[in-house]
Nanobody
Framework: QVQLVESGGGLVQPGGSLRLSCAASGSIVSVYDMGWYHQAPGKQRELVASITRAGSTNYTDSVKGRFTISRDDAKSTVYLQMNSLKPEDTAVYYC?????????????????WGQGTQVTVSS
């Protein structure tokens, strides 16, 4: 079994900062691409940022220059540093990761999701 556990969400004023963390644990062989998505009420879940195992990053246009995704492979953890937050960043943020795991002698690469953490930007 593999789990992703997120932390770091909360309430922040416009212009403020938050740092989200997502740690993977369990039967992990390798961790490949990792990413953060957000979902606002009544909207679809959308990609915010992603990072490959080699460290290449990708951001949606609305967060470029404000958010930074990073990873610590020794801790199987991905981070999202969010600066200059805006009310429109308010959403539930989910992490995901493509993880190679094993079960009963067989290996599988599966996309796992965290449980989500609420980020609210409001004065």
């Amino acid at each position: 079994q593999v789990q992703l556990v997120e932390s770091g969400g909360g309430l922040v004023q416009p212009g403020g900062s938050l740092r989200l963390s997502c740690a993977a644990s369990g039967s992990i062989v390798s961790v490949y691409d990792m990413g953060w998505y957000h979902q606002a009420p009544g909207k679809q879940r959308e990609l915010v940022a992603s990072i490959t195992r080699a460290g290449s990053t990708n951001y949606t246009d609305s967060v470029k220059g404000r958010f930074t995704i990073s990873r610590d492979d020794a801790k199987s953890t991905v981070y999202l540093q969010m600066n200059s937050l805006k009310p429109e960043d308010t959403a539930v943020y989910y992490c995901n990761a493509d993880i190679r795991t094993w079960y009963r002698g067989n290996y599988f690469t599966i996309k796992y999701w965290g449980q989500g953490t609420q980020v609210t930007v409001s004065s």
